[in-house]
T-cell receptor
Framework: GAVVSQHPSWVICKSGTSVKIECRSL??????MFWYRQFPKQSLMLMAT?????????EQGVEKDKFLINHASLTLSTLTVTSAHPEDSSFYIC?????????????FGPGTRLTVL | SQKIEQNSEALNIQEGKTATLTCNYT??????LQWYRQDPGRGPVFLLL?????KEKRKERLKVTFDTTLKQSLFHITASQPADSATYLC?????????????FGKGTHLIIQP
């Protein structure tokens, strides 16, 4: 089946530093990748939609200058949390969709646990 | 925006029984609805997708129904096993053909007791 990986699986950083999270589709090309955030006992919240070769579309309330997304190839998208603060501590999950149809299955990565001290 | 409610935070079921989870949405009717399984500290795993013009979908021990009049989907696991214990998430397309990603419910934590 389709596999999506994320790296790192967890990261601890100091307040004010930047952290980059990678999302890779291992055995398929992903036209579209999505980034979600999940706080404890909460639902996954969509942060942004990333299309290869174009600018990401951010959801309302998500600061695009703080959460930089780069979808440089059909198998790689990166999320950079800039000037991280403790309130950015969360579980970040990406998903990748192999096709263009909205009903094409999204395959999720295993998530990255970010802790900002 | 779409609001999704899943019936309970936790559901305890005896092994071998059928577990039934509920997902209700409040606003626009989605083009499709999906169910995912999420284990602690892991990303969601896709289980089933049902389209607005479908009433029921089955996959092995899983069954999903979709009632657009009631704005509700039911997710059934028959002959439940302890290995089915996990959090189950209901997700809808965000609208506009689903091109904008998914809106998720908070999930129901299912516990299958031996």
């Amino acid at each position: 089946g389709a596999v999506v990986s994320q790296h790192p699986s967890w990261v601890i950083c100091k307040s004010g530093t930047s952290v980059k999270i990678e999302c890779r589709s291992l055995d398929f090309q992903a036209t579209t990748m999505f980034w979600y955030r999940q706080f404890p006992k909460q639902s996954l919240m969509l942060m942004a939609t990333s299309n290869e070769g174009s600018k990401a579309t951010y959801e309302q309330g998500v600061e695009k200058d703080k959460f930089l997304i780069n979808h440089a190839s059909l198998t790689l998208s990166t999320l950079t949390v800039t000037s991280a603060h403790p309130e950015d501590s969360s579980f970040y999950i990406c998903s990748a969709r192999p096709g263009l149809a909205a009903t094409d299955t999204q395959y999720f990565g295993p998530g990255t646990r970010l802790t900002v001290l | 925006s779409q609001k999704i409610e899943q019936n309970s935070e936790a559901l305890n079921i005896q092994e071998g029984k059928t577990a039934t989870l509920t997902c209700n949405y409040t606003n626009y009717s989605p083009a499709y609805l999906q169910w995912y399984r999420q284990d602690p500290g892991r990303g969601p795993v896709f289980l089933l997708l049902i389209r607005e013009n479908e009433k029921e979908k089955r996959k092995e021990r899983l069954k999903v129904t979709f009632d657009t009049t009631l704005k509700q989907s039911l997710f059934h696991i028959t002959a439940s096993q302890p290995a089915d214990s996990a959090t189950y998430l209901c997700a809808l397309d965000k609208g506009g053909g689903g091109a904008d990603g998914l809106t998720f419910g908070k999930g129901t934590h299912l516990i299958i007791q031996p």
